[in-house]
């Protein structure tokens, strides 16, 4: 009871600092989007259970399964037509859901053993093509090898992939825009004739800029995860929710209205305050652990009672998130799988939802 007062607290709070102008706080879910066979759950989905359970923001990882016209030689095996795309615009229109498209950028060009379609198509565009795809792919390896990473001062690269945000950002009616760029491990690496030797930071924060610029030029926004702005070493979070490859000073240059995507999956680690202190809005966002994801909940709760006026709107909201493909999801969602070891995802967003619904 004392949560859920603290929690009625803390809205009203909102609703009296917000003008007709002010978004509402976030409460979001990001997500594979659906293949074209699982487009008819997935709307299902989003009209009785997302609208019902209060979420406001819906992100969608796309990457390159929409079929492209600017190059379509990076259309993906599965790729949703702009018809089943407007569908997905026209269903969250209705239920007042903002809709932002997420493609990778920077880093996760590949994933285990194989390239993703910017690199398989524009094999020059690679940081460190000496590196090559295991015919079976093991983590640790001797290469260092995770995601491949596109090289971000290569001259042609940005007239590829801001081809791609401007068609995606267009056909989604969106105004803002994921870019990822979270596990950044390949960035300035020796042998890049362009990247070698580089401030690894200033090339971080100068991919950064440059696509909110781009984005900002049409008055769109730009969203991005958080860890490669964290410092592994000095935090303790270690090398893949924080950076320990000399990336995390990028927080003091890039531009400030960027929403910093915040993800702990093991604990709730309250570095949201550190994204908000340093002049971001910062999105909390948990994956599969449904009691981590009441803590960071309660945590953010926190943050925002106990905050000044000029902090407590950067703490911008809280956004579960889902890396399985979507039908995975749906179908552990709705009982027709019922794998125990795969809830995870499941129970921490009912969480998110029942936090929210308990809370109005």
């Not at 603290?6 to 990001?30: E, F, H, K, W, Y």
């Not at 042609?156 to 989604?172: P, R, T």
């Not at 105004?175 to 042998?191: L, P, S």
Request: aromatic letters at 10%; a negative charge.
């Amino acid at each position: 009871m004392k949560r859920i007062l603290t929690v009625l607290v803390i809205l009203s709070s909102l609703a009296l600092r917000m003008t007709a102008s002010d978004p509402p706080p976030v409460i979001g879910l990001c997500i594979e989007a659906p293949a074209p066979e699982q487009l008819e759950q997935f709307l299902s989905f989003m009209e009785n259970d997302l609208a019902a359970g209060g979420i406001n923001t819906l992100v969608l990882r796309v990457d390159y399964q929409y079929e492209y016209e600017s190059f379509p030689a990076l259309r993906g095996n599965r790729p949703l037509s702009k018809a089943e795309v407007k569908r997905l615009v026209s269903t969250a229109r209705k239920h007042h859901i903002t809709l932002i498209p997420q493609i990778n950028l920077l880093g996760h060009q590949s994933w285990a053993g194989t390239l993703n379609k910017l690199l398989e198509v524009f094999p020059e565009f690679d940081e460190n093509p000496s590196v090559a795809m295991p015919g079976q792919y093991r983590w640790p390896n001797e290469d260092g090898l995770y995601c491949k990473s596109y090289c971000p001062l290569h001259p042609e690269v940005h007239e590829v992939v801001f081809a791609l945000v401007d068609e995606i950002m267009e056909v989604f009616e969106a105004g803002a825009f994921h870019a990822g760029m979270d596990e950044v491990f390949y960035i300035g690496e020796a042998e890049c004739p362009r990247c070698g030797g580089k401030d690894r930071s200033e090339l971080f924060a100068g991919e950064v800029n440059r696509i909110r610029d781009h984005l900002a030029a049409g008055g769109k926004e730009l969203w991005i995860w958080g860890d490669r702005l964290l410092d592994g070493r000095t935090t303790g979070l270690g090398m893949w929710e924080a950076s320990e490859n000399d990336t995390h000073r990028a927080i003091d240059m890039i531009r400030k209205d960027v929403v910093i995507c915040d993800w702990h999956y093991e604990r709730a680690d309250p570095t949201a305050a550190y994204f908000a202190l340093k002049g971001f809005r910062v999105v909390v966002c948990p994956h599969n652990r449904p009691e981590v994801t009441e803590a960071q909940l309660e945590m953010l709760e926190d943050f925002q009672m106990h905050s000044n006026d000029v902090l407590k709107p950067r703490y911008y909201g809280f956004m579960q998130t889902v890396w399985s493909p979507a039908g995975r999801f749906l179908d552990l969602y709705y009982g027709q799988n019922e794998d125990p070891e795969r809830m995870g995802p499941v129970q921490s967003f009912r969480e998110m939802v029942r936090f929210y619904r308990d809370a109005d």
